[in-house]
């Protein structure tokens, strides 16, 4: 595929998925997962938890990171122009045109309910993508990465520390075991 029609199809990609996709960029991970991954084949399993852990641990919309990070690993700043416009258009319609209808429609019936209704879909897209990402976690059967992953949870939900510190404490841990790992290749080449 050439680089145009490449650019195009991350811009259609990301623009169809932000278009439909309601909640919140977590339910996006999980769309951008099955168009990239599952039906594309442009990106692995493991690239995309990559990407979406440098998505969520990035300041701003994970839907925008996401788009940066899939496409700069697509196409480079090309790419990254393309997702995130992509990304972006459809809220900033759709929010111009909600904020100037607002006060007529707030209080209407059929709109609550539907927001209400949107509600419990977004909460099933946001468990599907807990479960796929940590299946993945634990199919890798690294058991570091399974007790970080059982930590966090814990010292979150439980306990509750502040993700910040979580995802900051999960960073050193990352760059530690990395550094580890990188030292043992290099003694074992010697």
Do not use: C
Not at 19 to 32: D, K, M, N, P, S
Not at 100 to 121: C, H, I, N, P, R
């Amino acid at each position: 595929m050439n680089r145009a029609k490449k650019l195009f199809r991350i811009f259609i990609s990301t623009l169809y998925l932000s278009a439909f996709t309601f909640g919140g960029g977590y339910v996006i991970v999980t769309l951008l997962k099955q168009k990239f991954v599952d039906e594309l084949h442009w990106i692995d399993d493991e690239e995309m938890l990559d990407m979406v852990a440098i998505a969520q641990s990035s300041p701003g919309p994970i839907a925008v990171n996401g788009a940066i990070v899939v496409g700069y690993k697509l196409a480079g700043v090309p790419g990254i122009l393309a997702g995130v416009l992509g990304a972006v258009i459809p809220p900033f319609i759709i929010l111009t045109a909600i904020s100037f209808f607002y006060e007529t429609f707030k209080d209407l019936f059929a709109v609550q309910a539907l927001l209400k209704g949107m509600k419990s879909g977004v909460s099933a897209v946001i468990m599907s993508v807990v479960w796929d990402m940590g299946s993945g976690i634990v199919k890798s059967k690294d058991w570091v990465n399974i007790a970080v992953m059982i930590a966090a949870f814990v010292v979150n939900y439980f306990l509750k520390v502040n993700v910040i510190f979580i995802i900051l404490a999960v960073a050193v841990i990352g760059i530690l075991r990395t550094f580890l790992q990188e030292k043992r290749k290099g003694g074992e080449k010697a």
